[in-house]
């Protein structure tokens, strides 16, 4: 109805809802009743922080759990007769008798709960808890998680939700379990990290004073003096609490390591906080003397987790959540005003510049700068004054000042706010993001803004506001496209058996370095062995993982290789690290996965969250959007860098003295008065005023827009994921293959003249009308006769030379390529540079589809990885690479037929490459003409719209569209994905849903029963799929019907003609193998659940 010209109206004028309308959109049947579901037994209520909880418990309100458990507690009452039917047991709980509450108990006893904070954007946004019932009508939380769910106490709101199914809980309990997510999946760091009171109280346990205590005796030895060492830290506990001395005091005591008594030097607090760590790490030199800031603790916690395992790091967690607090409330930190002492440099510092910007003001007067220049040179002397007072408030504040004790240790708050309360505000950006450098904040917060400073500083505020907000709309979106493209990735089998894979080298931008090797190469799987050249030692095998040691080695031996070569022993080591420093490391990826549905583990490589190879079934599409999405609000949408220095201040990298914004200005005033020339030229002349501008000027416009660069934002990352056609500030590219002969200068624009060779050929394509670069001679004429030039350089080459050059046998021909390019800004290629299609010419973006089209597949996926994360780590967002490959594979996942071959293709139809290779096998076995084809790169949009399930793709966007076209084609839907399983009601094929694990079902484990080695058996979790061409070929499918994907059920692959593996795995697996008799699955009970707790 939507669509008429006039919709088919009701009573009041309101147009009626038709049928297209109740499915498509956020109100439409798909997205609220197939995919968002309300559920019962949910409660909801403002959380508060539960210090003494341990890290799998939260705290629930009495009434709450009782409203929630409610069927359980009457089930309870009828089985311990206190009610003699459900009725009874139902006013029971109405008048909340005694013995309801002892039902309750009994009841939530290990029955977990799920904990969900809104906005869920990762997988950690629901977690499952025990809970404890607290008096109150608020939900307690472990202060540790809030991380996780992104959640503080100042009226945040949770929901709580009962599993109800005994399956249900132990997925909970194994799965969800608080416990059980540690590590971000997005790049394995830990995320139950101590932070804010905890760093605050564990920093100040373990920071030490210069001086050594008053009140120890000292002796003489040898004339030195020496105080007296502690026998035992009980006894310095004792002195301490004799107040002797106090925690940071530097003191001597015996301590008992590695079987030996030593005495080293410490301090009480360290002591202290040594009890709680595990073995292997307490007392140790590389930890004894840290001090614990919040990078240390987290790097504590994964030291822990890699010795000793998840159940020791959890307890070492809550026994540093304990310390922490209890040390911050001893430590009485508290902010005075009196804390903000202004460094007395600062008043020098400032009148230094107030007198260089005037001198700057001076030169600019007299003609001696441009506009530009000197707003840059006066931005750059603030800067500068800014960071200066910076590192005076750091050099001359007290170690055991309350703020410097705050933010040095990363509890809160950064150097950058200290030196705005005791410093000065520095520069402020207007609404557009430019700097007014006409009006820096000298004050600070400790002395007071004045009245115009204040307005000043309003400006930037209230820009920060409304972009949060717009932000954050436009991250959603991002994520839920992203799944949407992704959902169906799953890791489908243990190894697809390719020997592709990328070369790793380390991504850097504007000089500086963005990304290591090692960040990129650890948790994937290596493609061919790699030694240490010293040591010969075996750093990373073919075909297994590389370890993070490895990883950093690796990188290390790279780095610093030419120093290396001199102590090298294994001279084959060597070549290959030489080797591996031009083109790589070779290690295998999703981007090469040769899996035709989903990937394999082995490409995938570690899972993040649990640092072991992923499991089979795991959703890692999903994955791969929540961790680039999750992190999409802390993006900035500032379109433009806070221009030059400002932003390389930021950002670290350096960037050339023009800033692009001064560019533009300038550029803005070369075209005007060049135009305002053609015309004064034109009217003389007696034309009209227009037609006078040549081609070079509206070229030139098109050409301005390479300096608007939005460089490290959401819109950027936006951009790559949807392949945007027009970008605003592409590079030029390079079409050709050539060298670079000139570089011209015209009025306006440069241009860049390349050489090219050409082949000749009889129908001269490439070669006709184009100008000769060099003198073209007739190879077979003798030296110097003046006839042998057939073409002159700068001639056009016509069909007549044509002729002459096939007659002459002359195979190539250098022709010459024009490229208009800026006038200024820096040019990324000089004379006598070698050029490749699709090099950049001059700097800015570039355009994927084109580089796709002059560079191939690789180059377009290793620009969108590097691109994308080039924009996060600005922001101090870590991702692994391999969650955008998943992506970027998505989007590179079709073919366009160019010439079908003996193929059932049509020309120009669009195929899944797995499809379009099946069938040209099938055609290659018949002896057929092959299909070709090119490579398409799809947005993501596009990816999800053009997923084989017309399902998924119409809950997505365009729904009448979908379906309308998946009606016509009489396509059908396998239920491949997760989208299009969860909108008909069926278990989800990942997880516990996948077809291997979905038989499991979980046992109660009598007390102290063992659990059967067999329940381990990986065997019984490969996933064996036949190749597609076979399926084709066994008739099972035609591959025209390449549009509805592909295979069997997974149901079907337990046949008793065709049994899955060797007889033997099965046999270990408990299947049963009699002569003739049927493959039958193991007995229930062999494989009982986990107990909670055990390893």
Known sequence: NSKRSKPVTGTGGRPLKSLSDMLKGKEGRFRKNLLGKRVDYSGRSVIVVGPNLKLHQCGLPKEMALELFKPFVMKQLVNSEVAANIKTAKRLIERMRDEVWDALDAVIHEHPVLLNRAPTLHRLGIQAFEPVLVDGKAI????????????????????????????????????MLSTQNLFSPADGRAIVAPTQDIVLGAYYLTIAREQPPRGIEQ???????????????????????????????????????????????????????????????AYTDEYLNMVMDKKALANLIVACFRLHGQERTVKLLDDMKDIGFRYATTSGTTIAITDMESPKERDQILAETMRAVE????????????????????IQAWQKASSDIGEAIVNSIDRFNPLYIITNSGARGSTKQLSQLAGMRGLFADSRGNLMEELPIKSNFHEGLSVLEYFVSTHGARKGMSDTALRTADAGYLTRRLVDAAQDVIVRAYDCGTTNGIYIKPVEDLSSLVETVAERI???????????????????????????????????????????????????????????RERGVFVRSPLTCEHHRGVCAKCY????????????????????????????????????????????????????FNTRLQLLEELRRDVGRYEERRRAQAEQEGEGGEEGLPISAKQFRELMDTYITPTGSLPRVIDLFMATEALKGRAIMSEHAGVVAAIESRELMRQVILHVPVSVTETGEGVLDEVAAVDIRDPSAPEGDPDAVIVRAGEKITSDHLTRLLEAGVEEVQVVKVYPVPGRGELKVKVGDTVEPGDALTEGLLQPRELLKLKGVRAVQEYLVQEIQKVYKQQGVDIHDKHIEIIVRQMLKKRRVVDPGDTRFLPGSI??????????????????????????????????????????????????????????????????????????GRLIPAGTGYAAYRELQPQPLAEGAEIPAEAYDPVLYREIEPPLPEIIERGEITAVEAGEVILPDEADIFEEDEVPAEEEDLESVGFDLDEGAEVVPPEEEDIPPLEFGEE
């Not at 503080?152 to 309990?173: C, I, K, N």
Request: glycine share 8%; with cysteine.
């Open 219 to 281: 002796i003489q030895i040898n004339g030195e003096t020496r105080w007296i060492p502690f026998r035992d830290p009980d006894e310095a506990r004792y002195a301490l609490e004799q107040k002797i001395i106090t925690l940071h005091d530097p003191i001597l005591v015996r301590l008992e390591r590695n079987g030996k008594r030593e005495v080293v030097t410490t301090t009480v607090g360290r002591l202290i906080f040594h009890e709680i760590l595990p073995e292997g790490i």
């Open 140 to 175: 307690q939380i472990h202060p540790l998680v809030c991380p996780a769910y992104n959640a503080d106490f100042d009226g945040d709101q949770m929901a709580v939700h009962v599993p109800l199914s005994p399956l249900a809980q132990a997925e909970a309990r194994v799965l």
């Open 605 to 656: 490589g570690r899972d993040m969250a649990t640092g072991k190879l992923v499991e089979i079934g795991t959703a890692v599409g999903i994955i791969a959007a929540q961790s680039i999405g999750e992190p999409g609000t802390q993006l900035t949408m500032r379109t433009f860098h806070t221009g030059g220095v400002a932003a390389t201040y930021i950002t670290g990298g350096k960037q050339s």
């Open 522 to 580: 650890r948790a994937r799987t290596a493609l061919e062995d790699i030694r240490d050249p010293v040591t010969g030692e075996l750093l990373a095998q073919a075909g297994e993982l590389i370890t993070d040691e490895a990883a950093q080695r690796i990188d290390a031996i790279l780095t610093d290789l030419d120093n290396i070569a001199e102590q090298a022993t294994n001279q084959q080591a060597l070549e290959h690290f030489r080797l591996m």
């Open 359 to 378: 001198r700057l003001n001076q030169q600019y007067r007299r003609g001696q700068l441009t506009l530009g220049e000197r707003k840059q040179r006066v």
């Open 911 to 984: 195929v899944d490459k797995f499809i379009f290779e099946a069938e040209n096998e099938r055609v290659r076995r018949q002896g057929g003409r092959e299909a070709t084809a090119e490579w398409v790169l799809q947005s993501i949009t596009e990816a999800a719209l053009t997923t084989e399930s017309f399902l998924s793709a119409s809950s997505f966007e365009r729904t009448t569209h979908v379906l309308t076209e998946a009606a016509v084609r009489g396509k059908k839907d396998d239920l491949v994905g997760l989208k299009e399983n969860v909108i008909i």
